[in-house]
């Protein structure tokens, strides 16, 4: 039947003589042979578009799951990562002609300064704000948290009675004198945990607290938490302030090692909490595919492996943490708005250097 009809198509449409085949027996031929041409050759699908994201998460905590988006997608990725810094002042310099679709970073404070100075946009997607609660999100939706980090007390059984603990605010009391390790002020999730303590002390208490912190302090800040709890391991001091992902991996690389973690404030403000989470670039090229993307992290599988890789919690509630991170026991966390952690940041930074907290 192909053959015949197309065979017509060609006689009519090859014969030079004016008036032998009307236009509309020609379109009428032209249309058949197109649709069983498309029956006969199924159609090729079109090459995705290519994504490019910027990302401060290393690449072993986001290739894996890049790898398993282009496998179930088609869609290829790309990405660059770096130190947040870096990564906004290159989104600020390219401006319209960046080729990132997306940007991935950590701390909410780095998330709310990338959509102060403008490089991501806003995204409508009921799927995100069913996905990612409120408190995790930027309240314009520039910006999402993907996964979530709890920045909690870490202490020596050894030394110390559960019971002694409650607050953060209590560790600048004097029983712990000469007992409490720090890490630096230089670090953001420092810089965040007090930048939300002014939101909720506000200014004289926060700095009476930090104050308190300097006084009790066992030795100078440390420049990473895993210095810190091998501090506390080997009796320098007896408590400290630490990411729990930090506490995961030393309990994963030293088992038999004598610490333990405390959800302080339960009964006031809550623990804590940061995220890593990621936005849509100004200037995204192939935005539609990238808010796909976006919408695919936050969800399902691809939501625990962002989280479990890192041993952190999942954004999206629905979703169970790793079974060593759910080993830790649960809390209640803080439900400020993150953005605050960015908002109060100067604030912050310049109240711990009044407070002598270096």
């Known amino acids: 039947m192909f053959r015949k009809l197309t065979g017509r198509f060609s006689a009519c449409s ?8 009307s236009p ?5 031929s032209m249309a058949l042979s197109a649709l069983l041409f498309m029956l006969v050759f199924p159609a090729v699908p079109i090459h995705a578009a290519e ?34 810094g870096p990564l906004l002042e290159r989104l600020k310099a390219e401006g319209e002609n960046t080729p990132a679709d997306l940007l991935i ?14 490089v991501l946009s806003s995204v409508a997607s009921e799927v995100l704000t069913t996905n990612i609660p409120a408190h995790l999100r930027d309240p314009d939706n520039r910006w999402f948290g993907l996964s979530v980090r709890a920045r909690t ?41 007090v930048a939300m303590m002014l939101e909720r002390l506000g200014p004289k208490e926060t700095e009476q607290v ?26 320098q001091c007896d408590v400290g302030i630490v990411n729990t992902y930090y506490f995961g991996r030393l309990q994963r690389e030293k088992p038999d090692i004598k610490l333990s973690l405390f959800w302080p404030n339960q009964n006031s403000s809550g623990v804590h909490v940061n995220v890593s989470g990621a936005g849509i670039t100004r200037y995204a090229k192939h935005r539609t595919e990238a808010v796909r993307l976006l919408e695919w992290l936050s969800a399902g599988e691809a939501q625990g492996a962002f989280a479990d890789m890192n041993l952190e919690y999942p954004a999206n509630p629905q979703v169970q943490p790793d079974p060593a991170v759910a080993a830790w026991g649960s809390f209640t966390p803080d439900t400020i708005n993150v953005t605050v952690a960015g908002r ?6 310049m109240l711990m250097d009044r407070a002598g907290y270096r």
């Open 14 to 21: 090859g014969d030079n003589r004016p008036g032998s085949c």
């Open 24 to 28: 509309l027996i020609v379109l009428r």
């Open 105 to 118: 970073t950590v701390d909410a404070g780095n998330l709310w300064l990338a959509a102060q100075v403008g």
């Open 51 to 84: 994504l490019i994201v910027y990302s401060e998460r290393n690449e072993s905590l986001i290739k894996p799951l890049f790898d398993a988006y282009t496998q179930e997608t088609g869609v290829d990725i790309r990405f660059i990562t770096d130190q947040a």
């Open 153 to 193: 007390i870490v202490y020596s059984p050894d030394r110390v009675r559960p019971g002694e603990l409650t607050t953060y605010e209590d560790l600048a009391s004097p029983k712990w004198k000469g007992r409490l390790c720090l890490r630096t002020s230089k670090k953001v999730y420092n810089q965040s945990l």
């Open 210 to 235: 930090v104050r308190g912190w300097v006084r009790n302090l066992a030795t100078t800040p440390f420049s990473n938490d895993t210095m810190l709890m091998e501090a506390i391991a080997a009796g």
């Open 344 to 349: 109060r940041q100067a604030e912050a930074v």
